[in-house]
């Protein structure tokens, strides 16, 4: 799978009976969910965070941390999605990427209400 970045624009709706993402605009194109293929809820890396560095004596806060209280950094989520997406009506034989289809990852976090493409198989 290849990593991005990458801010999307989402539409919420109802996929195979599943609420999420129905289509996204990533690149320029316009993407339709065909299905959800998993859904899951990742905290930030608290362990990093200044306030645990703090407690165990590592190193000082880094610039960049951000001012969080003690239980904040466990509070911070994103919500994943794993869907198969493509940019016709239906999956076509053989249909990768360049195709029109593929498997991506997208990432709503709840902190700042952004949706970002973390992840693409081709």
Same mark, same amino acid.
């Given at each position: 799978?290849? $990593?991005?970045?990458?801010?999307?624009?989402? $539409?919420?709706?109802?996929?195979?009976?599943?609420? =999420?993402?129905?289509?996204?605009? /990533?690149?320029?194109?316009? /993407?339709?969910?065909? @299905?959800?293929? +998993?859904? &899951?809820?990742?905290?930030? #890396?608290? /362990?990093?965070?200044? *306030?645990?560095? @703090?407690?165990? =004596?590592?190193?000082?806060? $880094?610039?960049?941390?951000? +001012?969080? =209280? #003690?239980? *904040?950094?466990?509070?911070?989520? $994103?919500?994943? &999605?794993?869907?198969? +997406?493509? %940019?016709?009506? !239906?999956?076509?034989? =053989?249909?990768?990427?360049?195709? !029109? !289809?593929?498997?991506?990852?997208?990432?709503?976090?709840?902190?700042?209400? %952004?949706?970002?493409?973390?992840?693409?198989?081709?």
């Amino acid at each position: 799978m290849r $990593r991005y970045d990458d801010p999307v624009e989402v $539409r919420r709706g109802l996929v195979t009976g599943v609420e =999420g993402p129905e289509q996204f605009l /990533w690149r320029g194109r316009l /993407w339709k969910v065909r @299905a959800v293929l +998993a859904h &899951w809820v990742e905290t930030a #890396p608290w /362990w990093q965070s200044s *306030g645990v560095r @703090a407690v165990v =004596g590592s190193d000082d806060a $880094r610039e960049g941390d951000r +001012a969080v =209280g #003690p239980a *904040g950094d466990l509070l911070v989520e $994103r919500e994943l &999605w794993r869907v198969e +997406a493509g %940019r016709g009506a !239906g999956p076509a034989a =053989g249909d990768g990427i360049s195709g !029109g !289809g593929g498997v991506f990852d997208l990432s709503f976090d709840w902190s700042d209400g %952004r949706w970002q493409l973390v992840g693409c198989v081709d």
